[in-house]
């Protein structure tokens, strides 16, 4: 049988993801831009034996999700920038007790309440380091609506499989804009659920990974099926409970951040256009990318061999890709609509093997192709 296709936009294409995926509780309050994802879950995650909530603040729906995977349901909640900033301390408390969340926020223009219906990618460093203390993260960047989809199944897999919050960094343009998708079958995409413990209730310690199955990923109780555990925001030994041994502490702190370093080649994606003989690098993500591309086109029309690579996954940062990049293209360009966040990023990553310019964007207006191909020709007429 022929499968259907539909024409739908991206916040919907994120509520039919978080489905496939398992999704059993989400918990937000009402943001523009990402308001259709709630409305979208209240009509339909009741059906499928979930429940959907709307709390009293963006601080409130952080908690409710955290309780909510603790009860062992796959969680998400969905927010834009003044609410992923009210979010932040339980985005620390999740991270460090390690309980697998999706956040999914929808950029739109700051700070503050900034510009409720224009576009912006100027989380992308809040995303990493939003909450306070050293902590891993993981954030996916897809830039169409069926790559929303997909990574939206990506992020529930990730965040289950190594107990880990992982951000979804949208924006207003993809989230709004509409585009052709055809929905896989189920049992086409991989679903992944959390590590279980083996042992009996009085033997488990929530954080303890001697026996686990995963290096360094402890399997993952949850309340009310007999388990009793302590969970805290305060430094914990492998029992949950608090501890001022410095020794543990930093233990625990190293576990957690290298259990990111040990599996970041299954969270890390990238695309590569037309980089095989590219003489000029474009480094892009989200919306940004769409433009990126066409400009990539053009300049090939033009005679000019550039290349796009678009980091799917932002963090953690895969560095190998823009050190390898910068080693044959006599520059890069990274198009943001933000003043510089991952060019940052890139320059590091770079090592000074070229240099590395920004086409920026901070009006609410999107990033042009023809923005990118003049910066690139100004940039050749220069060498």
């Known amino acids: 049988m022929e499968k259907k296709a539909l024409l739908i936009s991206g916040n919907e294409a994120c509520v039919e993801g978080a489905l496939y995926a398992g999704i059993q ?29 709307q709390m009293e603040d963006e601080i409130a729906a952080m908690a409710a999700i955290i309780g909510a995977s603790l009860a062992g349901k796959k969680s998400m909640t969905a927010t834009s920038g003044p609410g992923f900033s009210l979010k932040q301390e339980n985005i620390g408390f999740a991270s460090f007790n390690e309980i697998p969340c999706v956040i999914v926020n929808v950029m739109r223009g700051g700070p503050s309440t900034g510009a409720p219906t224009g576009p912006s990618q100027g989380d992308v460093m809040q995303a990493r380091w939003g909450t306070h203390g050293d902590h891993p993260i993981v954030a996916l960047a897809p830039n169409s609506i069926p790559e929303i989809f997909t990574e939206t199944v990506r992020a529930f897999n990730i965040s289950e499989k190594f107990r880990i919050p992982v951000i979804l960094l949208l924006d207003e343009i993809i989230a709004h804009m509409r585009e052709r998708i055809i929905f896989p079958e189920k049992g086409e995409l991989e679903v992944v659920d959390r590590l279980k413990p083996t042992v009996p209730p009085d033997q488990y310690k929530p954080f303890d990974v001697t026996n686990s199955p995963l290096p360094m990923v402890p399997p993952m109780a949850a309340y009310g099926t007999g388990y009793r555990f302590h969970v805290t925001g305060l430094n914990h030994r492998i029992d949950g409970f608090p501890t001022n041994n410095g020794e543990l502490i930093e233990k625990e702190l190293h576990r ?8 970041k080649k299954d969270m890390f994606k990238t695309e590569a256009y037309m980089l095989d003989d590219a003489e000029i690098g474009i480094v892009a993500y989200g919306s940004s990318a769409r433009a990126a ?79 990118i191909i003049e910066k690139i020709k100004e940039l050749l007429h220069g060498i």
Request: zero cysteines; glycine letters at 8%.
């Open 25 to 53: 509780f989400y918990a937000g309050y009402p943001i523009t831009p990402s308001s259709e994802i709630p409305e979208g879950l209240a009509r339909k995650l009741p059906k499928y034996g979930g429940v959907m909530i």
């Open 293 to 371: 591309k066409y400009a990539v086109n053009e300049l090939r029309k033009q005679g000019v061999k550039a290349g796009m690579l678009r980091y799917i996954t932002i963090w953690p940062f895969e560095d190998n890709a823009v050190e390898k990049l910068a080693q044959k293209v006599k520059f890069i360009v990274v198009p943001e609509l933000n003043f510089g966040q991952l060019i940052l990023e890139v320059e590091r990553a770079a090592k000074g093997k070229t240099k590395v310019y920004g086409v920026n964007r901070v009006n609410i207006e999107i990033i042009h192709p023809h923005e």
């Open 256 to 263: 957690i951040m290298d259990k990111v370093e040990l599996y």
